[in-house]
DNA sequence: CTTGCAACTAACTAAATAGTTAGTTATATT
DNA sequence: AATATAACTAACTATTTAGTTAGTTGCAAG
C-alpha cells in the first residue's frame, strides 16, 4: 500500500510471534485497502519487514492469510462486543453499549470497517456456491454474538422499551449504520461542500441519536443538542 | 465473473453502440463482483462476446473502462433520483420519493449498490491524494443531486416536518440506509438463523419505517405493520 | 562448544494477465 | 461494382505476481 520509502535493517532479534504478529498486522491493512484480489503479497512482505517467502513460511497461500486477518478481526470485534453486551443491564442499555463498543472497536481500527464490508461480499459469494470451502470458521464467531444481540432487541420490544419493530430486517440496519458513522462516505461526506467536513465525533452522535430515535419509545434526548452521551 | 458454458457464434450483425453496451454491461457485473483489481479483462470480453481487443478498441484501458461503467451507472442515477425530487411536492414527499426511487433503481440493478460500495474506497483514496487524475469527472454529477437533497432536508427541519438533526451527517447514514436495505448483509442476514432470511421487501419497509421514525416530527405511522407503503 | 532446529532469506519459476499488432471483414457511400 | 473506413479478430508480448527452492543464520538445549 503505502511506498514505504527503502525499510531499514529489520527486526533486531528472532521472535516467531512478534514476526507472525507484524505480517497479520501488514496484510490486515494491505488486503482492507485494496481487497484480497487487489492486495499484493511482496506488498505486504515489505511493509512487514520481512522476506516474503516468511509469509509462506507461516501461511499457506494469499487465501490463508486473507482469513487469518479476518479470523484476528473477528476474535479482537467479538470478545469487545461480547463484553459489552454483558457487562450493561437492561435492553437499553445493552444496545447503547452495544453501539458504544463498536464505535471503540472500529474507531480503533479503521481497518478492521473496511475490511467488514469486504467480507460482505465474500460471504454473498459463498453463499451463492461461487467459492466453497472459504469463509466457514469465523460464522461461528460471529453468529452466536449476533444472536445474542438480536435477543436484547427481542427483549426491548417484548417489555416496551423498543417500538414494534421487524427485529430481524432492522438489526442489519443497526450494524450498518455504526459502520457508516464511523468510516463516513466521502461522496457526501465531503463533496456536497468541502467546508460542511463531519467530524468522527458528529456522525457518531448524529447516528445514536438517530437510532435512538428510531428504536425507543420514550425519546426523552430528543435530537437538538447532538452531545456525545456515551462514553470518550 | 460466470463462468458461461462456451458463449456462441457472436452478435448478429455489426452495431457499434450494441457492442459497446454490451462491454459496459459485462465490465459492470464484472466489477461489482471483483472490484476494479479484482476484475479480469478476459472475462468482461468473454461475457460479453466479445474480442478482448475490442475492449481497448472503445477504451482506452482496464482503468478507463471502469471509469466508464461508473459514469454510465451515475447518469443512470442522478437522472432517476432528481426527476423524484423534482416530481413530489413538500419536503416529507420528497424524502419519500427519493428513497423510492432509489430503492427501485438499485433494486433493479444490484450490481449499482455493490459498485457504489467500491467506489466509496475509490474516492477515499483519491481524496487521501494516492491517486490523483482518478475519477473526477462523476462530482459533477452527484454533487448537484447532493446538494439538492440536503436542501429538502433543510426545508423539513425549518418548517418542523423534520426533527431538528445534524443535517450533514444524517444524510450519509440515509443513503446508506437504502443501500443495506437493497442489498442485505449477509452475515446477518441469513447465518443469524437460516429459517429467519429477510425478504428484500421487509427490508425495504423496515429501512423506511426506521428513517420516518427517526426523522417525522409526527409520526402517525408508527411501527407495528410492516406494510410496504410506497409504491410497488 | 557443538549440534539440532526453528526462523529466516536471495534468487528463482510458472502462471496469469493487461495490453498490442498486424491484419481481416462487413457495410455505407460513391 | 469499387472503395474507404469503421468494426472486428487471432495471436502475440511484456510484465506482474503468487508461490518455491535450496539454502543460511541465530539460538537454545545438551
Known amino acids: 500500500m503505502k511506498t514505504l520509502p527503502a525499510q531499514e ?3 533486531t532479534k528472532r521472535d516467531a510471534v512478534a514476526t507472525k504478529a507484524a505480517i497479520v498486522a501488514a496484510a490486515l491493512e494491505e488486503f482492507a485497502g485494496l481487497g484480497l484480489a487487489g492486495a499484493r503479497i511482496d506488498e505486504i512482505a515489505r511493509s512487514a519487514r520481512v522476506n516474503k ?3 509462506y513460511y507461516y ?4 487465501e490463508h492469510l486473507y482469513q487469518g486477518v479476518v479470523e484476528q478481526m473477528f476474535v479482537a470485534m467479538t470478545g469487545a462486543l461480547r463484553a459489552a453486551l454483558g457487562t450493561a443491564d437492561g435492553p437499553r442499555e445493552k444496545l447503547l453499549a452495544f453501539l458504544d463498543a463498536n464505535f471503540k472497536v472500529l474507531a480503533g481500527k479503521p481497518a478492521y470497517a473496511r475490511l467488514l464490508e ?8 459463498f453463499l ?3 467459492k466453497p470451502d472459504t469463509a466457514p470458521k469465523f460464522f461461528q464467531r460471529i ?8 435477543a436484547v432487541l427481542e427483549e426491548g420490544v417484548k417489555c416496551g422499551v423498543f417500538r414494534t419493530i421487524d427485529i430481524d430486517a432492522v438489526l442489519p440496519l443497526l450494524l450498518m449504520l455504526v459502520r457508516t458513522a464511523v468510516r463516513g462516505i466521502p461522496l457526501a461526506g465531503k463533496f456536497i461542500s468541502p467546508s460542511r467536513k463531519v467530524s468522527a465525533q458528529r456522525r457518531r452522535a448524529a447516528a445514536i441519536d438517530f437510532i435512538t430515535c428510531a428504536l425507543f419509545t420514550d425519546n426523552a434526548q430528543s435530537g437538538r443538542s447532538p452531545k456525545p452521551g456515551l462514553s470518550q
Chains 1, 2 share one sequence.
Not at 501461511?59 to 494469499?62: H, I, L, N, R
Not at 469486504?118 to 459469494?125: N, P
Not at 453468529?143 to 438480536?150: H, I, V, W
Open 9 to 11: 535493517p529489520r527486526r
Open 59 to 62: 501461511f499457506e497461500s494469499k
Open 128 to 130: 451463492n456456491n461461487l
Open 143 to 150: 453468529a452466536p454474538l449476533l444472536t445474542e444481540f438480536r
Open 53 to 55: 517467502a516468511l509469509l
Open 118 to 125: 469486504q467480507e460482505m461480499d465474500i460471504v454473498k459469494a
